[in-house]
């Protein structure tokens, strides 16, 4: 190897050590823009339901000063979803995925109950089995909310149906009506005796499980004797969507931020439906003339040391750059 080959291949190696030297540089620098002291070191642990993870990245990623984008992912069988993903390492992305978590709905209330998670966003409130298992381990949760979704009803895009009512619904799951003939409308034109009504629910505990049984159903009894019933137990709410969109019989629920922002269905593969006269949208939502607008909520333990960096984000969110954030998760703000 001649003098002038060696410098040569000497400053390559140079510059290559370098150059891998300020990317790790960069990929480390996680330092909080709002929070003094805050970086990924100790962020604390943010848990929740599938539907808030956008936000729970967004909300790190802000506070972290990482920039983020929208990516659509294939999960199986040519469906796929969006995500909001944070630019950085893979070294970096370990440590994020430790902190910001989705364990779904119930998951993170347990988690949260039993100090695995120190915070947690949830597209609904505690359901009467988690309060009471929080009490029993001594616990109060404090459940703030943050901003605006929706509860809403889909159809698969062959049926011609565009709205019920709540009364409409309350007969389908109780079992007064089942078929869709009943309604005036024909799912297989000319062939009326194939309009039976699919009604999918998902499991208990589920985010939207417990919004149906809470602004839908209230105290009222599901039809046990559905056709094939345990065929209707839907056990992720992708799972409960990819079913709709392959039977033109079905009606299914999930929640306005869900089906908009994460599955982002087109008129071929699903339809959501007006209730009682209101199709759910940013507008509706917002006014909360749509009957089954909900809330999100950040959740805290009531014991949670407010000198923690945990309860600095809490109290972060509720300020004009925390709303600003939230906003950019494309949540409607409360």
Same mark, same amino acid.
């Given at each position: ?19 891998m030297s300020c990317n790790k ?39 972290? +000063? ?59 409130t505690m359901s009467p089995d ?15 909310? @943050? ?36 309604? +005036?409308?024909?799912?297989?034109? +000319? ?36 056709? @094939?019933?345990?065929?209707? =137990? ?6 409960? =969507? ?36 209101v199709k759910p949208n940013k ?16 959740? @805290? ?34």
């Amino acid at each position: 190897m001649n003098r002038l080959t060696f410098n040569i291949v000497v400053l390559v190696l140079f510059a290559t050590v370098f150059c891998m030297s300020c990317n790790k540089e960069k990929e480390e620098s996680t330092i909080s823009p709002y929070i003094e002291g805050l970086s990924i070191d100790n962020y604390p642990i943010i848990d929740g339901s599938t539907s808030t993870l956008p936000l729970n990245t967004v909300i790190a990623c802000e506070l972290m +000063g990482l920039n983020y984008e929208w990516i659509e992912k294939e999960i199986s069988h040519g469906s796929s979803n969006w995500s909001i993903e944070p630019k950085i390492g893979s070294s970096l992305r370990k440590k994020f995925d430790k902190v910001v978590k989705c364990s779904q709905t119930h998951n993170s209330i347990i988690n949260l109950i039993d100090r695995k998670a120190d915070i947690l966003f949830t597209a609904r409130t505690m359901s009467p089995d988690e309060q009471k298992y929080a009490e029993t381990k001594g616990i109060t949760l404090i459940e703030t909310p @943050i901003a605006l979704d929706a509860f809403i009803f889909i159809v698969n895009p062959k049926n011609p149906i565009v709205g019920l009512t709540t009364q409409n619904i309350q007969d389908i799951y109780t079992g007064k009506i089942t078929d869709w003939g009943e309604f +005036g409308v024909e799912i297989y034109p +000319g062939y009326p005796e194939h309009s039976v009504i699919n009604p999918f629910i998902r499991n208990p505990n589920s985010g939207s499980q417990e919004l149906m049984d809470l602004l839908v159903m209230a105290d009222l009894e599901y039809y046990t004797r559905l056709p @094939i019933y345990e065929e209707r =137990l839907v056990f992720t709410m992708q799972g409960l =969507l990819d079913e709709i969109g392959r039977d033109p019989n079905a009606i299914g629920y999930t929640v306005y931020y869900y089906n908009e922002y994460i599955i982002r269905p087109n008129e071929k593969y699903l339809k959501t439906i007006a209730i009682d006269g209101v199709k759910p949208n940013k507008q509706t939502i917002t006014n909360r003339s749509y009957p089954y607008t909900t809330e999100v909520y950040v959740v @805290i333990r009531s014991d949670l040391d407010k000198s923690s960096m945990a309860y600095k984000i809490y109290e972060w969110l509720r300020t004009e750059g925390g709303r600003e954030a939230i906003s950019k998760s494309e949540y409607i703000l409360n």
